[in-house]
């Protein structure tokens, strides 16, 4: 599974390669995509690499090689031109009967449609979200049709949601892949906590919080991943784990 990101890069460095002979630059695919910055670039990258999307040709400058692309391609395409069409009049339906929301998990707000209720229940019921990374970021995915019932017992006052978990960098603090993780909705935590941080306004992973001065560190639980140092106005805390469910 790509996310949108990761799907307009393969896309777009595909249609290069076709073009011209070659792969697109860093920079040219910054600005393809429109992010800030190399590193946002780098990480797709890594992710689609990883995926086993392109590869990376070595002691060439400028070699990236499409191994494959989606299966689904066309019909992601009119998924993608379908929701762009309808997205406007739908938000401006939603503000106009609830002028308190916002967009949220892809804009890094993660407002929550129905957060954990006080209820009289054994269990109560969060919205499960899409696939977040734990090994490479990415974008979180809102998914509004699902949900999962969990016991009350596992979780506190304030706002949760649902996760699912896509890759490996934290297994060795027993978080696997598929795992579906419990986060609570906080805008800080405290250091060594693992959290779901938005890394500069698009990107959202599944890390341990380590700050030291005016640098901020998202630490993987997997030796086989670097840890990412960053500036404090490069991450946003967006919640905090809190529990985890796995199907075996």
Known sequence: MLTRKQHELLVYIDRRIKQTGVSP????????????????????????????????????????????????????EQIKAKAKKAAAPEKAKKQKADKSFSPNVIEGTFKLRGAASEAANDSVELPLYGRIAAGTPIEALRDHTHTIDIPASMI?????????????????????????????????AENGAI??????????????????????????????????????????????LIGLFRKY
Do not use: W
């Open 156 to 188: 506190g006052k304030g706002e949760h949601y649902a996760l699912e978990v896509d890759g490996d960098s934290m297994i060795d603090a027993g978080i696997q892949d598929g795992d579906t993780v419990l986060i609570q909705r906080c805008d800080t």
């Open 25 to 76: 630059s860093f920079d040219e695919m910054k600005q393809a995509l429109g992010l800030r910055s190399k590193s946002g670039i780098h990480r797709l990258i890594s992710g689609l690499e990883e995926r086993g999307f392109i590869k990376r040709l070595a002691h060439r400058a400028r070699a990236l090689e499409v191994i494959r692309l989606p299966d689904n391609l066309d019909q992601l």
């Open 195 to 240: 959290v779901v941080a938005l890394v500069e306004e698009n990107e959202v992973t599944l890390k341990r919080l380590r700050r030291k001065g005016h640098s901020v560190a998202l630490e993987p639980a997997n030796k086989r991943y670097e840890t990412r140092i960053f500036g404090p106005d490069q991450v946003k805390v967006q919640g905090k």
